[in-house]
């Protein structure tokens, strides 16, 4: 047990504001207790651990390399949800099912070889930590997927969402033959999924105008259209990324249908997700949500915050679809000695009893009798209890 979760029933959560290329602020937001909402202690207490089957390197031949290789996308590991299965209660206990549980949403930013903010990370590091998430268990699924409680990954795994801000051209390109470009965020979630087949190619792209640093309207479209058939979300990260606390509600509204209407320019569905720019929330905090400004209404299931904590599951009681919690993504240096992923990610593991557990159905939602508590009352007549 981490002894100050059990003594204290209060977390300082490191929110991070980040402007374009420089971390600018760094401030202590109250948290949502994860302690509140964890496995009462007995229900920890001798738990064993979830056993994820660890992903298993695939062949040699089947794995992609760095480079050199081909991946035209008819090659390239498929984004396609397994099949549900029915989860009685003795097949939930039997994969250690905890849909209560905690699930890791992890924020990054540029992915580039030299790191001149503390937010960037390297190829290399991005590459680490989805092998990491994959050998652990994890299955990726994207934001929107979480916010709608489509958390289909296969029994006994992990949910996992991986979300890039910013829509930086190191997220998303493609080279001269139509493939992902090297070193890109696609590319590293194409070579992890080959190498590692339990791992869904999937993740979140928050995006402002000029998507991926692609300044013409016909490179912006096919961009996201890729990405969308892929399985890849494109969602709203305002049109400017200002500091929608700053703001009036109108013009918070603009920023945000700006965004949606030019996405639906290009060719792609209306967000059904978004992310705050810096985390900071504006003072009418459902504008965030739900709005509408020159004829562009938004409806979003979810808004999401710069964060540091894991995300409540989406069934649990005191989840807010208001305000989600994301984990930026970095060691354990400094600002992030907690609160950034390598902490967080070994606490989870550490602590297995707190973290969500699929059980495989999309129907049920299924936790340990002693957890039936912490589901939502809207969800209530799809708990399968253990
Ligand atoms: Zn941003």
């Known amino acids: 047990m981490r002894p100050s979760l059990s003594s204290t029933r209060v977390i300082g959560a490191a929110n991070v504001a980040v402007i374009l290329v420089a971390v600018v602020a760094l401030m202590i937001m109250p948290g949502d207790d994860p302690a509140a ?10 738990r064993i651990q979830p056993a994820p089957s660890p992903g298993q390197p695939s062949s040699p031949a089947a794995s992609g390399q760095p480079s050199g290789q081909p991946s035209e996308p008819a090659t390239m590991p498929t984004a396609s949800q397994p099949p549900a299965v029915v989860a009685t209660p003795e097949f939930a206990r039997q994969v250690k099912a905890n849909e209560a549980g905690l699930v890791p949403i992890i924020m990054y930013h540029r992915i580039i ?9 390297t190829p290399a590091q991005l590459r680490q930590e989805l092998e ?14 979480f916010a709608a409680g489509r958390v289909q990954v296969p029994a006994g795994k992990f949910p996992v969402v991986l979300t890039f801000d910013d829509g930086h051209p190191s997220h998303f390109a493609l080279d001269d033959q139509g493939r992902p470009a090297k070193n890109t965020a696609v590319a590293i979630i194409y070579d992890v999924a080959r190498k590692y087949p339990s791992f869904r190619p999937v993740a979140t792209f928050w995006v402002n105008h000029y998507p ?92 999401f915050l710069a964060g540091a904590e894991p995300s409540l599951s989406p069934f649990a009681k005191g989840y807010d679809p208001g305000a989600v919690q994301r ?3 970095n060691g354990k240096k400094g600002e992030c000695r907690k609160w950034c992923s390598q902490y967080w ?5 550490k602590h297995p009893g707190w973290r969500y557990v699929s059980d495989g159905d999309s129907d049920r939602v299924s936790v340990p009798k002693k957890l039936q508590g912490n589901i939502a009352p809207k969800r209530r007549d799809q708990v399968n209890a253990y």
């Open 113 to 121: 070889k030299k790191r001149m903010a503390s937010i960037d990370r």
């Open 345 to 349: 990610l070994e606490w989870l593991q």
């Open 212 to 303: 991926f640093g692609l300044q013409k309207q016909e490179q912006q479209a096919s961009a996201v259209q890729w990405l969308h058939k892929q399985g890849f979300e494109v969602a709203n990260h305002t049109w400017a990324h200002p500091n929608l606390r700053a703001m009036g509600t109108k013009k918070v509204r603009e920023q945000i249908a700006r965004l949606e209407r030019m996405l639906k320019k290009l060719g792609v569905p209306p967000s059904t997700t978004m992310a705050l720019p810096f985390g900071s929330m504006p003072h009418k905090k459902k504008a965030a949500r739900k709005g509408e400004w020159g004829g562009v209404p938004y409806d979003f299931d979810a808004v």
């Open 327 to 329: 984990i930026q993504s």
């Open 132 to 145: 990491k998430l994959a050998k652990q268990g994890y299955v990726p699924i994207t934001a929107a997927e």
């Open 37 to 46: 909402h964890a496995p009462p202690e007995a229900a920890r207490v001798g």
